[in-house]
């Protein structure tokens, strides 16, 4: 597949709706930015440029909307040391994303190039 240019505001919109409809929480809204403004915002890079790099970046898209659809704030445990709260916090994470993995074969196939790209980078 080539790696052709694609249209950062149709990526935008169909990467919200989506978001959107997996999360099932019409209201949600994304930052497309690099920096995060604050704690609540959702924020996503902006958009790939090429079409190779899209189904990592549909992989942190999917990553959100399971993270709002299936975490159960109730199970938020503060463990009292900071690298703690951090591994659980990455725990959950991955249960989420297991949880819409399994309910959606296509979030499964993102997450999954999601942490190929996150692996390859880290190798670099």
Do not use: W
């Not at 503060?78 to 297991?98: F, I, Q």
């Not at 499964?108 to 390859?120: L, W």
């Amino acid at each position: 597949m080539p790696n052709n240019p694609l249209s950062s505001d149709a990526l935008k919109d169909a990467v919200l709706a989506t978001t959107r409809a997996l999360s099932k929480k019409p209201e949600l809204d994304i930052n497309f930015s690099s920096i995060s403004t604050s704690d609540d915002d959702i924020t996503l890079p902006p958009p790939p440029k090429i079409k190779s790099d899209l189904a990592s970046y549909r992989g942190k898209a999917d990553s959100i909307a399971c993270s709002k659809r299936f975490r159960n704030e109730e199970i938020l445990v503060e463990a009292g040391d900071k690298k703690l709260n951090s591994l659980l916090n990455h725990l959950e994470n991955v249960r989420v994303e297991v949880l819409g993995s399994k309910k959606y074969p296509g979030i499964k196939a993102n997450i999954k190039a999601k942490y190929e790209k996150s692996c390859k980078e880290s190798r670099l």
